[in-house]
């Protein structure tokens, strides 16, 4: 069965500090991996998606398929990036998403 | 460009009340999907429309029942509250199968059982 893990429920870390979110899955097909980001009083939103290899908001992720892992990463964090991540899996073409149980990170000045 | 809609934004029903979830999409998109947003257990599919026509099972379907009524809306129904249906709800679509270009998600509902 298809699983995401996110071990950390909350991350702390200092404004100006490296963060990074762990992700890691387990499926046996070629995954298709997704970060989504809700912003206090926002609603869900895509961040990154692993197949257009993009920097969002500083942000990046690498897919491992060794590690079957895609943690997310940003070297100087900002105040704005305080927010709930989630990681997610595409399991089939349907379109359906296998999501972990979000980190929320919150940035400290 | 609303994007998705969902209403009501805020409910609380009595354990046994029955009640409709409404979703709305401008974006011409052919999937819905409809989740529950749980603390510390992310989002789990309720149900989802892969097109107008069709629905199908997620995750956690017991106690709900969906309607595609058009493409653009997709309704979620609880017939007999219960306290365990206390949740966040989202809606979402996506343009194509394949989850490329990511979900559109609505600003959710929140709703209590007691």
């Known amino acids: 069965a298809q699983r995401v893990t996110q071990p950390e429920k909350l991350l702390s870390v200092f404004k100006g500090a490296p963060v990074e979110l762990k992700c890691n899955y387990s499926?046996?097909?070629?995954?298709?991996l997704f970060w989504y980001v809700q912003y206090s009083r926002q609603r869900l939103q895509l961040l990154l998606r692993h197949i257009s290899r993009e920097s969002i908001k500083g942000f990046t992720a690498d897919l491992n398929k060794g590690e079957t892992s895609f943690h997310l990463k940003k070297p100087f964090a900002q105040e704005e990036d305080s927010a709930m991540y989630y990681c997610?899996?595409?399991?089939?073409?349907?379109?359906?998403?296998?999501f972990g149980a979000g980190t929320q990170v919150v940035v400290t000045p | 460009n609303a994007g998705v809609t969902q209403t009501p934004k805020f409910q609380v029903l009595k354990t046994g009340q029955s009640m409709t979830l409404q979703c709305a999409q401008d974006m011409n998109h052919n999937s819905m999907y409809w989740y529950r947003q749980d603390p510390g257990m992310g989002l789990r599919l309720i149900y989802y429309?892969?097109?107008?026509?069709?629905?199908d099972k997620g995750e956690v379907p017991n106690g709900y029942n969906v309607s595609r009524l058009n493409k653009r809306e997709f309704s979620l129904r609880l017939e007999s509250a219960a306290p365990s249906q206390t949740s966040v709800y989202f809606c979402a679509s996506i343009s194509n199968f394949e989850g490329l270009h990511g979900y559109t998600f609505g600003s959710g509902t929140r709703l209590t059982v007691v």
């Open positions: 499926y046996s097909g070629s995954p298709e």
């Open positions: 997610a899996l595409s399991v089939d073409s349907w379109g359906k998403l296998q």
């Open positions: 429309s892969a097109s107008e026509g069709t629905t």
